[in-house]
């Protein structure tokens, strides 16, 4: 996936018997649909399955299958990625009652009712502790030993979170809590709905530990396994911008998450020196049954929606797309997977999959050349977030019901202009002014715009010394201090910020101006910058879509300009004629001065 620009699909295992024939079948189908892997994963068994059909999860003729199929794949050119167990969250019936997860009044009954090992086990699958690194250690030596890592995945798959959140906790956590804020936690839910400033410390203190014993060890040990780290954060009570910046391959979701929401997956990459942000594409395009039932449209999906919920993603960053997905399918066993597309030769989309999986490769290609570029950096205001609880009702989904999930969270659009890229505060250490340039690691910024209501003192503090000493950090409005330990500081911090010289937005140069609101993407490889443009009409794309969103979208005229480079006096202009339910690409030559289309054959 790193270097091959294809779309990968993930490849639905149901619990049962699997055939190498079958493996070989299907694998031929999906080289002749122009995909460039697969990500294999362990699913439930179908209705009407055996206790006794196919393996037990990681026994011999398991792991044999698996690797058949990825000797499979590398004789066809094709990768393959393991999703690192059966289901998500982690889990399994193995997992001793030690390792498994925690609550703040001891051990969770959250247990997962359709892995591969519910078709032949009647014992509870419990959840992994994922706030215990110890946990995830003896987790993923269970199933290095018994085969993972001899398959030479290009990946390890880590699905997003789904871990229950309500008063999550591990062992430790009152002392770790008393030890940093000089009072007690009290294992009650009444306790952090009523009082805002304590849940922030909660928040705070669980998400600086889901980095540290989760997030970051989980990319150790696939390193250590010789495969990266693909990995979803979303979902988890953790700064995710810096939960992703840990990853290998960030990987986001869409349509089950907004487009723009991939902007946390891609700021991370571009500020961790990154190059690919994959995405989960496709989920629950026209809306999703939590009971298991088929969603609307399945089977029948219309190929321009589909290219409108790429388009959109592109347009914030992602550069490889993951379909969900394709069900482990055989003539006298055809089988469909929930909320999903179906890939397959039995759907609606297979006379153009080869076609369109070409443009997402063309796409995917230009979108990982170079470097992200961004003239503006945007304090993630994740502070406000935890000083919040649930999201009203009418805002709620299947993937989202709390505000620190950053779903709500969304870019000012008078800032697309500079191309933002989110920040984290836990990047701010490494934040440096020098020589007129503001640096995180060897990467120019170029200016930290903070609009937040709340603020760490330890960030505040941090921003304060940069603003005197005349950096590019713009305050749109100076924030409060949150949680229940207040530092008397704070308030000469933001005196100190409110009497310095600070640089206005209007010292920004943009790198693009253009006269409808416009989403897109840039790249640079030396002097060449490649521009995605989506069409403007894809900005009002949410979950769910309408079925027959694309023919919605109409020819329409934007006219840019484009500064490629800071103090750039004679911008390249452009005329845009989308058509309809069309995307652009251009590629501009700043040393020959010249800019020009890239043609994209879309079916």
């Not at 090992?117 to 199933?143: C, F, K, T």
């Not at 980095?211 to 995710?240: M, N, W």
Request: charged fraction near 25%.
């Amino acid at each position: 996936m790193i270097n091959d620009p294809r779309p990968y699909t993930r490849w639905w295992w149901f619990s049962g018997t699997i055939l190498n024939s079958d493996i070989d079948n299907q694998l031929d189908w999906i080289a002749e649909q122009e995909f460039g892997g697969v990500e294999i994963a362990w699913v439930y068994p179908q209705k009407g399955t055996d206790p006794g059909d196919g393996a037990r999860f990681l026994e011999p003729d398991f792991m044999a299958s698996i690797h058949y199929a990825a000797e499979g794949c590398r004789v066809r050119g094709l990768g393959v990625d393991l999703t690192f167990g059966s289901l998500w969250p982690f889990n399994g019936t193995f997992i001793p009652e030690e390792h498994t997860s925690k609550t703040l009044s001891g051990f969770s009954d959250q247990n997962v009712d359709r892995s591969w090992e519910s078709r032949y086990s009647a014992d509870p699958s419990p959840v992994l502790d994922h706030v215990s690194r110890e946990a995830l250690e003896w987790y993923a030596g269970y199933l290095l030993d018994k085969g993972f890592s001899e398959v030479k995945a290009g990946s390890f798959f880590c699905d997003s979170w789904e871990v229950d959140p309500i008063l999550l906790g591990y062992e430790g956590i009152f002392e770790d809590f008393y030890k940093e804020y000089g009072y007690e936690l009290t294992p009650c839910q009444e306790t952090l709905d009523s009082c805002a400033d304590v849940r922030f410390d909660y928040r705070k203190l669980l998400s600086d530990k889901i980095l540290s014993s989760f997030y970051g060890p989980y990319r150790e040990i696939c390193h250590k396994a010789g495969t990266l780290a693909r990995v979803q954060c979303h979902g988890a009570p953790t700064d995710i911008l810096a939960a992703y910046g840990l990853s290998d391959i960030p990987e986001t979701e869409t349509l089950l998450f907004d487009p723009d929401f991939a902007l946390i997956a891609a700021s991370a990459a571009a500020m961790t020196d990154k190059p690919v942000v994959s995405s989960e594409s496709f989920t629950c395009l026209y809306g999703w049954i939590p009971s298991g039932i088929a969603p609307p449209g399945m089977g029948e999906e219309q190929i321009r929606d589909l290219r409108c919920v790429a388009d959109a993603q592109f347009a914030w960053g992602v550069n490889r797309v993951v379909w969900h997905g394709m069900p482990f399918s055989t003539e006298d066993r055809p089988a469909r997977f929930y909320a999903t597309v179906h890939v397959g030769p039995d759907g609606g989309l297979a006379p153009y999959l080869p076609s369109f999986n070409r443009y997402l490769a063309a796409v995917s290609d230009y979108m990982s050349r170079g470097e992200s570029v961004s003239r503006l950096a945007v304090y993630l205001p994740l502070e406000d977030q935890w000083m919040r609880d649930e999201v009203p009702d009418t805002l709620k989904k299947p993937s989202s019901n709390w505000h620190w999930e950053l779903q709500e969270l969304k870019m000012d659009y008078d800032l697309l202009p500079y191309r933002p890229l989110w920040f984290s505060a836990s990047w701010l250490e490494e934040l440096e002014f020098t020589e007129g340039k503001l640096l995180y690691h060897d990467r120019d910024i170029g200016a930290l715009y903070c609009d937040s209501e709340w603020m760490l003192c330890s960030s505040l503090e941090k921003l304060t010394e940069l603003v005197e000493a005349g950096a590019p950090v713009i305050f749109n409005r100076l924030p409060e201090e949150p949680g229940k330990v207040r530092h008397e500081a704070y308030d000469k911090l933001t005196g100190r910020i409110q009497n310095s010289h600070m640089t206005s937005l209007k010292d920004i140069p943009p790198l693009i101006k253009s006269d409808v609101s416009l989403e897109y993407w840039c790249r640079r490889e030396g002097d060449k910058l490649f521009f995605f443009f989506a069409h403007p009409q894809m900005q009002g794309l949410r979950y769910p879509m309408p079925y027959g969103y694309g023919d919605t979208l109409k020819e329409q005229s934007a006219t840019v300009e484009i500064f490629p480079d800071i103090g750039s006096e004679s911008p390249y202009t452009l005329n845009l004629e989308f058509g309809a339910v069309e995307s652009l690409l251009y590629e501009v030559d700043t040393e020959r001065g010249s800019i020009r289309r890239v043609e994209l054959d879309f079916l």
